[in-house]
Every structure is written in C-alpha cells, then in structure tokens.
C-alpha cells in the first residue's frame, strides 16, 4: 500500500479514516480488515463502521472513550494491517434482469451514447461481475463498478421523482439496483426480480460492501414469474 | 415482561397534524447497510422527557414538530413535555412544560403551534409500545422503518397508541417533577453552535474560514429530519466534490453553491460534499429547534470542552433502572 492512511475529526463520537485516494477493487479488503480489527478493539464502545469507497467512518460512543482515545485506538489497528484475502471475493450474488426499455427507458440512450445496439449495450452491462464499494443513499442501496467504459454515461439533468423497486441504474463508471422506490438521476437499463433488502431477512440487505455481483438477463416471463414488477415506467415530468 | 409492562391503547389521535413521530434514541449497528440513524433530532429535550416520567435512556416519546396535534387521553395517563413551546393545551388551559402532569381520560390535548422552538417532545409515564424494526421504534419515513406500525408512518387521524401500564413505581419515585431552571434551553436566543473542525476544513479559502466564524447564518426554508440549510456569504472550498464517505452527525457540508448543510438524524448514511467538521451532538439538538429564517453562528470549539459538556449531559440519564 503506498498510500498513507490518514485519520480525520468526524465530531465527538467518529473518526474518518482515509485509506486511499482513488477508487479501485482492492481497496475493500484493505477497508474490511480495518473494520474487523475496529470490531475487536472497541468492543461495546463501537456504534457505528461505515467504509466506502476509499474510506472507514468509525463512530463510537464518547461516554466510553474520548475522542482522543479512540484515536489511539485506531492508530494501533492500522499498525501491521494486512487485507483480508478471504474477504476479497466476497459472496457472488445473480440478479435476474429484464433489460427492456419498458423498465429501462434510457437502454436506447445508453446505445446510442455508445454507438452500440442495445443487445450489445445488455451483454456488456451483464458480462462483468462488479464489485460493492459502499451502501448508501437508502437502504440496501449498492454502489457497484466498475462498468465497460463504453457505456459510461452522466446522470440525468432531470431526476425522476419516482423510481421503481428493482430499477437496474448505471451513472459515470458505476451501476447499481434500486432497492425502494425512491427519487433518483440514474440512467434505467431494466428490472430486477430479487429482493434487495428486507427487513424480515436475516442481515436485512441483499448485498454487502465486498460482495460481487452480475446482472443476468432473463425474459419478461421469468422476470414476472420471480415476481418482478413489469409496470412501465412513468415519463419524467 | 410483567403483566404490568403490557401495552394498551393509551392515547387517540384526533388530528394528526404536519408530523409527529415516534422516536427512541435511534438506529444504531446497521449504517453500513444504508441505513440511517433516526431518532430525536432534540436529543437534549427528548431525554428531559424521559427522565421526567422516569423513563429509561432509550425510551420512546413523540417528536411533534410545529404543532397542528390533537390527542385525546383514552385513560388517565403521567406525561411531560419539553422542547419547544407548540402552545400545547389540555381542555384550553395551557400545559407546564419541563415538568410531569396528569391528562385524564377523555380530555384532549392540543399543539397549536410554535410560541418558541420548532419541536416538542411528550414523553408517557410506562413509555410507549411499539415492536422494533432494524432494533430500534425510530420513525424514519423516507426509510419506510419504524414507528408504531414499523413503517415509517408518521402519526394519522385516526391512530390509537400504545402505552405501557406504568408498572414502575420506583422508577417514577427517583424521577424528578420538574426539570431544575438551569437546564431549560431558551430557544428564543439566537443559537450559537459549536463546531468541532475536521474532514477538509483546510481545504476552504481563507476568506471562507473567517466568514464561516463570523457570520450569522440564516436558516432556510429548506430544513427537515435530514439536514439544514442555512444562507448567508458564498464560502469557497478547493475542493469540489469527493468520493462519497461516511457523515456523521452534525456534519456541516459545504456543495458547490457554497451554502452549507448541516446533517441531521435522517442523512444519507454516504456523501461526496467536502465538510468544514461537525456539530456537537448537542448543538445539532440546539439547531434542530430553528425555525426558517433564525439567525445561527457557528463557533470553532475543541472536542476536550465539547466532551465534558456532553458527558455532563449524560450522567444526569439512567440508562438502567435505579
């Protein structure tokens, strides 16, 4: 690793710890050892560890350690740290996907941006298995990547208001499958019939920052019969 | 639990106004899944009201924000309101806040609206009883996850909820009636914020620094559970974006429009906006009571007074029964 970690103020109860300073695969197996060797040294004192991309959050409870402390404390855990081999690969999750411009409106813009036909825009979007760097925005909510740079397109002038449960997004270099409706300025290439989160599974999200996941292009009757919502998509306003 | 912990159906909701949530402290363990932390965006004021109907830390009360509520009492019930003044009423005749009183059966309760501060706390002699979703009662509606149904919904005409038979006489015994004088916020004061420096803060201009610290701030219109805006001089970070990282609470975030938001309880759990460092927990609880278009100041404190405050704070709230 050649770069040096550096730790920053988060408040009274978090430190931010700054592993790397760009986006790349290997940087969760380094972020997922800190986040077990944090588990370990703050014990009952740990709230909260939120890693992305290129960092760990560490919130902690000040009644039971200053922040001064808990500065201590990580400095001692990144003394030696070594990534998690094991945890490298992660789970390999299948998400069954109708790629359709029904529920994937902007399939044809992403083609046309790419001077590709749609059927090549879907086998490039589904050949790679993408790696979770970080879960946000709502719950159960994947940042993955990275994608073909071909499709690489930017986000929505416009977001839309409402996107559906299952909506399969991609932005910049990053895709991602939208667990709730929500609002959102993703470009749609389709719909997933998996369940991304819920709260009556154990562990409650589908996907976890290190897992690895692929898109898999299913017809609109497997979609539905896995219980995919094929409702069309309402135009932007 | 013990027969008298079981929960009945205490209080009626006859309007439900703009928004009343049930809180508990909040979400805690699942942010790495997305999920954000919930719970009083007054800490400080939610646990006067615990503590004054001998309530444990962590019990659940209702956030009422701005007022327009209407509750009647379905039996005799202790309860204690803090926070802001909502001009809340019982028949007509105005409630003493920050200390416990009696609402009897059949009478209603009403928030009006705001006299001073933006939100109230009414806290139940036995708490109230709803199952936990993710560990935690926490009403998050934008995440669909607790509250008295599990979720999300704010309160509607109509509800009935829960309370718990007050079974713990002793606990109510130890629990003081009235909160003392010194520890009443006055939310009629302009609210002087302390900010403790951190994330990119060398990152912002000179000129940004000195305006960040000697500004009063106005707060937007644009002020909910997920963050505050406030208005005031244009403040310039080199920086323009990031990666997006972990927020804490409190995190004071600056986008390329250069007015800074300050991140409440129901934030998005990431964010890519470079930050000036973040409140005390204390002072987002002070923020919280803002109405749009109240002066704010920020104030450069170290954590070492900002922890002795807090801890302060802490010790006066039983977590466990005494």
Redesign the interface.
């Known amino acids: 690793m050649s770069w040096k970690p550096v730790l920053e103020s988060a408040g009274l109860d978090a430190w931010i710890v700054r592993m790397f300073a760009s986006i790349d695969e290997r940087n969760v197996s380094w972020l997922s050892a800190l986040a077990r060797r944090c588990e370990e040294a703050f014990g009952d004192a740990l709230v909260d560890l939120v890693p992305s991309y290129t960092t760990l959050l560490i919130v902690f409870d000040p009644l039971s350690v200053s922040p001064s402390q808990a500065r201590a404390i990580i400095c001692q855990t990144l003394v030696d740290l070594e990534p998690e081999e094991t945890a490298h690969e992660g789970e390999v999750h299948e998400l069954p996907t109708w790629y359709d411009a029904r529920v994937g409106p902007e399939l044809p813009r992403v083609a046309e941006g790419a001077g590709m036909a749609v059927s090549d825009v879907i086998e490039a979007h589904s050949e790679r298995a993408y790696r979770v760097f970080a879960l946000g925005f709502a719950p159960g909510f994947a940042f993955m990547g990275l994608v073909d740079p071909r499709l690489e397109c930017a986000r929505l002038n416009t977001p839309r208001k409402r996107v559906p449960a299952g909506s399969v997004a991609l932005a910049g270099l990053q895709t991602a499958a939208y667990p709730t409706e929500t609002p959102g300025g993703w470009n749609l290439l389709g719909r997933t019939s998996a369940r991304l989160f819920d709260r009556e599974r154990d562990g409650f999200s589908l996907l976890r920052v290190g897992d690895r996941v692929r898109f898999v292009p299913v017809s609109r009757e497997v979609f539905e019969r896995e219980g995919g919502n094929t409702a069309p998509l309402e135009p932007i306003t | 639990m013990t027969q008298h912990d079981l929960p009945e159906p205490g209080i009626r909701v006859l309007c439900a106004g703009p928004l009343a949530l049930l809180q508990d402290s909040g979400r805690?363990?699942?942010?790495?899944?997305?999920?954000t932390?919930g719970g009083p965006a007054d800490l400080y004021s939610w646990a006067w009201a615990n503590h004054l109907t001998g309530n444990l830390w962590g019990s659940a009360n209702l956030e009422i924000t701005f007022g327009g509520l209407k509750l009647v009492a379905v039996r005799d019930l202790e309860i204690a309101i803090t926070g802001a003044d909502l001009g809340a009423t019982i028949e007509h005749k105005p409630v003493p806040l920050w200390q416990r009183t009696i609402w009897k059966a059949g009478d209603t309760l009403t928030f009006a609206a705001p006299v001073s501060g933006l939100r109230a706390y009414l806290a139940v002699c036995g708490g109230f009883a709803a199952e936990p979703?993710?560990g935690s009662v926490a009403c998050v509606t934008?995440?669909?996850?607790g509250g008295f149904e599990?979720n999300g919904a704010k309160l509607a005409t109509g509800d009935e909820l829960s309370v718990n038979r007050s079974g713990s006489g002793q606990q109510l015994a130890n629990a003081p009636t009235e909160a003392p004088k010194d520890v009443l916020p006055d939310f009629s004061q302009p609210a002087v914020l302390d900010l403790?420096?951190?994330?990119q803060i060398a990152s912002f201009t000179g000129r940004s620094l000195f305006d960040a610290f000697n500004t009063w701030w106005q707060v937007d219109d644009r002020a909910d559970r997920m963050g505050v805006r406030l208005r005031g001089p244009t403040l310039n970070c080199k920086i323009n974006t990031l990666?997006?990282?972990?927020?804490?609470?409190?995190?004071v975030q600056v986008p390329p429009d250069g007015q800074p938001i300050i991140l409440l309880n129901d934030r998005?759990?990431?964010?890519g906006y470079p930050r000036l460092?973040?409140?005390?927990?204390l002072s987002a609880s002070r923020l919280a009571q803002c109405l749009p278009r109240e002066p704010v100041r920020l104030i450069a404190r170290g954590?070492d007074a900002?922890?002795k405050e807090?801890?302060m704070f802490?010790a006066v709230f039983h977590s466990e029964p005494v």
């Open positions: 805690f363990g699942v942010r790495h899944l997305g999920v932390q979703v993710l934008r995440e669909e996850l599990g403790l420096p951190g994330a990666i997006s990282e972990g927020i804490s609470l409190g995190s998005q759990t990431i964010g460092g973040a409140l005390s927990p954590s900002v922890l807090h801890r802490r």
